[in-house]
């Protein structure tokens, strides 16, 4: 008995002193209790994650297929030399100026050559007079002839006076032969003159646009090296592409080309393929191929030298609703906010470009997808959003 009783007063102990304390400690204890809550309460909430999101849209149509790039080029374009040596002695038009084949451009000194040409035109009438001469006298000499044949027959005119008359005859005969050689001579120098003199006035081979007057000026010296005039049909351009020899199966004849070009952002143009070569440049392996612009129907927009981005569309979608394409995650899905929340959803993507991918299934328009900051947000999580610049 004395053991237990001894256990009991140790097992006692903590109890009573627990008791007896209580009064002292409980109003202490209860302040110190308070103040922690309290501090807790004044602390500020944790900030809520911040992600980037960007808007659901949909695109009138999205294509897909071989993009390269191009240099725009007149349909038609001849630079025009001289074939003569010749100062300039009139510039009849300027850079920009629309003109009709056959129109003269620019003419030279011809002074020269004039005075050439009138005189072999001189020389021809010259000629041609003594033709006519030439042709009197044998008409003359065949009639001598032919009297003095008549008159030898009836014994009134011998052997001797005839011959005369042949040979007089003969003579007359060479003579018209040789004025009328003249004649065809005299005319074709005059001919050859008149094609030189022509060639001081140059013309236009086709027509189209003066694109460069090569700052040629009145009285400058040229001859037959000398660029003139830089003349380009512009009212349809083309567009020459080099395709890699392994995407050769892709092109086709009549494929639709979309063409954009920095200095004209936002704006979009269309052509054709028109020709596809028949073979392979060997020293790059590729294949190249044509694309006609209708420049008319762009109000002559484009211009020849344009550096222009092309598409050569193989497949188009349309109307589908696009993504940035950062906003995909590696299994597939995107992350969409929906009543301040972030949710996860399965899509399936379809053709990508300009940095934008179709999507269909479990998106609408309007909505918010995250393209940055979610990598580390669960599910369900309450995010703060700002949408990004387009």
């Known amino acids: 008995m004395p053991m237990k009783f001894a256990k009991l007063k140790v097992y006692l102990l903590p109890a009573l002193l627990a008791v007896a304390l209580s009064p002292l400690c409980g109003p202490a204890a209860a302040a110190w209790f308070g103040s922690r809550a309290?501090?807790?309460?004044?602390?500020?909430?944790?900030?809520?994650?911040?992600?980037?999101?960007?808007?659901?849209?949909?695109?009138?149509?999205?294509?897909?297929?071989?993009?390269?790039?191009?240099?725009?080029?007149?349909?038609?374009?001849?630079?025009?030399?001289?074939?003569?040596?010749?100062?300039?002695?009139?510039?009849?038009?300027?850079?920009?100026?629309?003109?009709?084949?056959?129109?003269?451009?620019?003419?030279?000194?011809s002074r020269?050559?004039?005075?050439?040409?009138?005189?072999?035109?001189?020389?021809?009438?010259?000629?041609?007079?003594?033709?006519?001469?030439?042709?009197?006298t044998l008409a003359d000499a065949k009639r001598e002839l032919e009297r003095y044949g008549r008159l030898r027959k009836s014994g009134y005119a011998t052997q001797q006076e005839y011959d005369t008359r042949s040979t007089t005859y003969q003579a007359a005969v060479a003579a018209n032969a040789k004025a009328a050689a003249q004649v065809k001579q005299a005319q074709a120098n005059l001919d050859?003159?008149?094609?030189?003199?022509?060639?001081?006035?140059?013309?236009?081979?086709?027509?189209?646009?003066?694109?460069?007057?090569?700052?040629?000026?009145?009285?400058?010296?040229?001859?037959?090296?000398?660029?003139?005039?830089?003349?380009?049909?512009?009212?349809?351009?083309?567009?020459?592409?080099?395709?890699?020899?392994?995407?050769?199966?892709?092109?086709?004849?009549?494929?639709?080309?979309?063409?954009?070009?920095?200095?004209?952002?936002?704006?979009?143009?269309?052509?054709t393929v028109t020709l596809i070569d028949p073979y392979i440049n060997t020293s790059t392996r590729t294949i190249g191929a044509e694309i006609t612009v209708d420049n008319q129907a762009t109000g002559f927009k484009l211009r020849p030298g344009m550096f222009a981005r092309v598409l050569l569309v193989e497949t188009s979608e349309e109307n589908p609703l696009v993504i940035p394409s950062e906003a995909l995650r590696a299994d597939g899905s995107v992350m969409v906010i929906r009543d301040g929340r972030a949710a996860i959803q399965k899509v399936v993507t379809g053709a990508a470009t300009g940095g934008m991918v179709t999507v269909s299934g479990g998106l609408q328009i309007g909505e918010d997808v995250v393209v940055s900051g979610g990598n580390n947000v669960a599910e369900g999580t309450e995010v703060e959003f700002v949408i990004t610049a387009e």
Do not use: C, H, W
């Open 112 to 136: 020269n050559q004039e005075a050439e040409y009138n005189s072999m035109q001189a020389q021809v009438a010259v000629s041609k007079a003594e033709l006519s001469q030439s042709a009197v």
């Open 192 to 271: 050859a003159q008149a094609v030189l003199l022509s060639e001081y006035q140059l013309k236009a081979p086709i027509k189209g646009v003066i694109l460069d007057d090569y700052d040629l000026t009145l009285g400058a010296l040229v001859k037959d090296a000398t660029n003139v005039l830089r003349i380009g049909r512009v009212d349809r351009l083309k567009a020459r592409v080099d395709i890699p020899e392994r995407d050769m199966g892709r092109l086709r004849l009549g494929m639709d080309a979309v063409l954009t070009f920095e200095s004209l952002s936002g704006q979009t143009f269309y052509g």
């Open 38 to 109: 309290e501090a807790r309460a004044k602390q500020p909430a944790a900030p809520l994650p911040r992600v980037e999101v960007a808007v659901v849209k949909r695109l009138s149509s999205v294509q897909q297929g071989i993009n390269t790039t191009s240099t725009l080029q007149a349909l038609e374009e001849v630079i025009l030399n001289p074939k003569v040596t010749g100062r300039i002695d009139n510039i009849v038009v300027a850079k920009g100026d629309l003109v009709e084949a056959g129109d003269t451009l620019v003419v030279l000194d």
